[in-house]
């Protein structure tokens, strides 16, 4: 079991201040202020926990009459067996969703590469994490006018006037502790250092792979910096910690971390090539370097967003251990999970950085999740008839596919450098794209499945039948007719192998006023899409059945995509993709 700390995002307060370090952040709401929550344990710090306990919590939650569960946990291996969906906590998800409970899972953090999707059941609604619009940079201004940017929830230093710079192994106090102690520079104890140097200086510490195991910490290397009555700390990056992820941190006094080992590099060289030695003895005579922080305090909204983040799981979907595809999107769809700050417990400790806070900032899809959980509150409250898929419907159909630019939303596609790594995101990277919270509560039309539906598509598996029996109690033969995924009335398109071709349909039920659509259609790649009726009119409450052609055009084994609009005179939009990935002509 894979399990995040899902941090406050949900339910609950309105407008309650962000304080961490002393520094006031802004306030924070969580997504449906009036929403009742209910908190099932089952997992447990370090090993994780046994699907047993997660059933047992689900069961719970479902004779509760709980409306939505969100589950920021996914398998740690895939399941075994003639289908994916089979595994004990789908399938204890299904019951929950027969009874009417709407079901929010974590797409998982082990993207980018495809098909690392650890949720797969067509009941479940599945989330990844993109990134939003809001960043805390802050920097470091040299004294040849060379600024380097940094992490850090930190304050600045003085706005009109420059520190002299000094190097922890510069400021010993005596110069054996270097030989006894490789990481001194690490500004771990300050009984090591020269208060008169430091005193109203900048210290420069290192941060090395001691950091990263947690034998070091920055809340250890501050202290030093207090106790030496330093201005501020400067953190560089030790050469070989490569390609790791820093998270935001708080520093209480102007301080700046240096992620990048190059820039490390540039301020090591500027701080080498200021120093004044002695022509005989070699000692420093003068520290030269300058510098000043700008904080990291204050929120700047200036960059491309929303981005798929490059640690969120890729569909296509996983069929079975074989690796098979499922005629079945996933993601769904993506939402904020990136740098998100939520409430969390003053005695967590899973994220030392911030420990003893009431607020934390955390990454990973397991804060995408109760983002969506929060706004099906609202979208069940507005719509208190709303069956789990009709909620996902409202969801999906909305979903925006651009980015604030207006371009295309972007997926980053590795771990490294991701922001060059980048291509525009498919619905195997977004789903149905990133969630429009407004537009969900007025969908217009929606596609609607039923447990029965899912039933038909899971005894529609081959030799499905005695594992159906072992999880539902249910004999498949009571479904005398089967479906398979693609018929499944979902909200998107997925064709995992085109023989020639495939006719599919798609039932919408109109849940606003009476209204005219016109339908238009991009194709993917290697084929031809047509869709009837191309209009149609639909009064309330009615239902309208579309059904969609697909024709190979060319043989070809590379995933393409596309896309159904359907739009309403009354303004309603609705977007359903469609993904096709063997094509045999």
């Known amino acids: 079991m894979h399990h995040h700390l899902t941090v406050m995002v949900m339910a609950r307060n309105h407008g309650i201040p962000v304080v961490v370090a002393g520094h006031h952040f802004g306030n924070a709401s969580g997504m449906a202020p009036r929403s009742h929550i209910a908190v099932y344990k089952a997992l447990y710090k370090s090993f994780g926990g046994f699907a047993a306990d997660v059933v047992a919590g689900i069961d719970q939650a479902a004779q509760d009459g709980v409306d939505i569960i969100s589950l920021s946990i996914t398998p740690n291996r895939r399941p075994p067996g003639i289908a994916t969906f089979f595994n004990p906590i789908d399938m204890a998800l299904l019951s929950a969703v027969k009874a009417g409970m709407f079901v929010v899972q974590a797409a998982g953090n082990t993207g980018p590469s495809p098909k690392s999707m650890s949720s797969f059941s067509p009941w479940i609604f599945t989330v990844g994490a993109a990134s939003h619009d809001r960043a805390y940079a802050n920097s470091i201004i ?268 972007m997926a980053q596609r590795a771990y490294a450098n991701p922001d060059v790594n980048q291509s525009p995101a498919t619905p195997f990277d977004m789903g149905s794209g990133f969630v429009n919270a407004t537009a969900a509560l007025d969908p217009g039309l929606i596609l609607d499945s039923t447990y029965e539906d899912y039933m038909s598509f899971l005894c529609g598996i081959n030799g499905s039948g005695p594992v159906v029996l072992n999880y539902t109690g249910q004999n498949c033969w009571v479904y005398n007719s089967t479906i398979g995924s693609a018929d499944l009335n979902l909200p998107s398109i997925t064709i995992s192998r085109l023989q020639q071709s495939k006719t599919v349909e798609r039932t919408v039920t109109n849940i606003a006023g009476n209204e005219t659509y016109k339908v238009g259609w991009s194709a993917p790649y290697g084929v031809s899409v047509k869709v009837t009726p191309t209009r149609f009119f639909i009064g309330t409450g009615e239902k309208q059945i579309l059904t969609i052609m697909f024709n190979a055009t060319m043989n070809n084994s590379v995933a393409s995509f596309g896309r159904i609009g359907l739009f309403g005179d009354q303004g309603h939009k609705l977007n359903i993709p469609l993904s096709v990935i063997l094509k045999f002509s």
């Open 142 to 409: 040299l004294g040849n006018n060379v600024t380097i940017p940094g992490v850090g929830l930190a304050p600045g230093t003085d706005t009109d006037q420059m520190y002299t710079l000094i190097s922890a192994v510069h400021a010993l106090c005596n110069e054996t502790i270097l030989a006894n102690d490789m990481y001194v520079g690490e500004c771990q104890d300050s009984s090591n250092f020269n208060e008169e140097l430091i005193q109203g200086n900048l210290l420069i510490c290192s941060y090395s792979i001691q950091f990263v195991l947690g034998l070091s910490t920055i809340k250890q290397a501050l202290e030093t910096a207090k106790n030496l009555s330093a201005a501020g700390v400067v953190f560089y990056m030790d050469p070989y910690v490569i390609g790791f992820q820093l998270n935001p941190t708080p520093l209480e006094i102007p301080g700046i971390i240096i992620p990048s080992p190059d820039d490390s590099k540039i301020l090591l060289q500027y701080y080498n090539s200021s120093l004044e030695r002695d022509g005989l003895s070699r000692k420093i005579v003068r520290f030269g370097a300058v510098a000043s922080i700008s904080g990291g305090l204050k929120a700047n909204y200036s960059i491309t967003a929303p981005k798929v983040m490059y640690y969120s799981a890729r569909g296509p979907d996983p069929e079975d251990s074989s690796l098979d595809d499922a005629d079945i999107m996933k993601p769904n769809l993506v939402a904020p999970g990136n740098l998100i700050w939520a409430a969390w417990s003053s005695l967590g400790t899973d994220s030392v950085e911030f420990q003893g806070e009431s607020f934390a900032m955390m990454s990973g899809t397991s804060m995408a999740a109760p983002h969506i959980a929060g706004l099906a509150a609202l979208i069940k409250q507005k719509f208190p008839h709303f069956s789990p898929a009709a909620i996902a419907s409202a969801l999906s159909t909305t979903a925006s596919l651009y980015d604030k630019s207006g371009g295309p939303i």
